[in-house]
């Protein structure tokens, strides 16, 4: 049992410190984007008669992007894809900081509204996001193979 605990702790030795780098960068980057998204979302008045607004009308992505749910799913799946509990915390958290701060700047900038109190919550879970990516990288367990049993 403790053998099996300690293969599924050893970290991937062979992943270079930039390939790290470049890997959270595109995961911040995932998240600025999908909260540049998600506000322009927001603020976009469907009209059915624009082919491409018409299409995003019927997908009702407004919608999907303003539940917490959509947001839960992708950093559980971040965390779980990650090759270590402390590469899961640091990307589940660049994704939550590049989503938050890119959310509320637009926000800001364009919108000329500033949702303090909102925001306030989304930031509070940011900071406890990396707890919960490290709880959820375990949580994913140690696949076993049929030849594992013999």
Known sequence: MENDFKKLTISNKNLKMQNKIINT???????????IFSKW?????IDDSVWWQH??????LHNVFSLFGIWMFIAITISVFSKTPKRASINVLCFFLG???????????FCDFNPMKYMM??????????LLAYVCW???GKKQSINDNK
Do not use: R
């Open 25 to 35: 960068f595109l995961i911040f980057l995932f998240g600025v984007i999908l909260g």
């Open 138 to 140: 375990y949580a994913k």
């Open 99 to 109: 989503m938050t701060v890119s959310y509320h700047l637009y926000t800001i900038l």
């Open 55 to 60: 299409i995003l009308g019927m997908l009702n």
């Open 41 to 45: 979302l927001d603020n976009l008045s």
């Open 121 to 130: 919550i989304w930031y509070g879970f940011t900071l406890i996001s990396p």
